[in-house]
């Protein structure tokens, strides 16, 4: 394992270069270019807003806000969840000419995406100052554990499915319908106060609760995150994480026959 991190680290800037050509080219064709980053999630927000506000009322306090907060890192493990899954696929040229370590593609991919969330969330400090909703300078001392927990679980799901998808191509169709039905079994629009009693073990299996919990801790309820969410986050963000490294290490041997 130490030798795979030296060896990831020796790749550094393979990864960096790798970080800033994705981050460039992504909206390099369009119009409004980067300021899709922060256009994309305000869209769904006015979106959600009017449905669950408007149409199907939410009864929650503030409700823009509690959905922005969960609506932004949903965002980011959505995407390294599905779009991530094609990330070694997309790089088949550049697998089959030299070699690197293949863990440098979901590396890229994930942390890309990462960035990318970090940018949006200064919309969400934005709207949070502006509306006087307020801030907690103590609670959010706890915001970059939250980030770390939460990369580090979109990170190992993204190796597994990477590497799945290299074998089993359907598999990248599929996560999108998987995503959009996660989406809906965690505390985005809703609180888990809402989830009928006998349904919230079940919920408590969901590995993206606990971290969305925590962020509205932080940042809707304005309070120290609770350790025992805390502890779940970071329980299912290191066993998605190593069970991520082992599948991807099994599977890269043959990457090369299949693509």
Known sequence: MLSKIKEIYDYREMIVSMIRRDLRGRYKASVLGFLWTFLNPLFQLFIYTMVFSIIMRANI??????????????NFFSASLAGGSSCVIAQENLIKKI????LVLPITYVTSAFVNMLLTFIIIFIVLIFSGHGINLLALCFLPVVFLIEYVLALG???????????????????N????AWMYLSPIMYTTEMVPENLR?????NPLSAIIETYHEILYYKKIPQLSTLGSATIWGLIFLIV?????EKLQKNFVEEL
Do not use: H, N, Q
């Not at 306090?61 to 949903?74: A, K, M, Q, R, S």
């Not at 799901?157 to 996560?175: G, K, P, Q, W």
């Open 61 to 74: 306090e503030d409700f823009y806000i509690y959905l922005f907060i969960g609506l932004v890192p949903w």
């Open 177 to 180: 319908i998987f995503a959009m």
């Open 244 to 248: 991520g490294i082992l599948a991807f």
């Open 201 to 205: 073990p079940i919920f408590k299996w």
């Open 99 to 102: 070699y690197f370590p293949r």
């Open 157 to 175: 799901m993204c190796m597994l499915t990477s590497a799945l998808t290299v074998y089993f191509r359907d598999l990248e169709y599929i996560l």
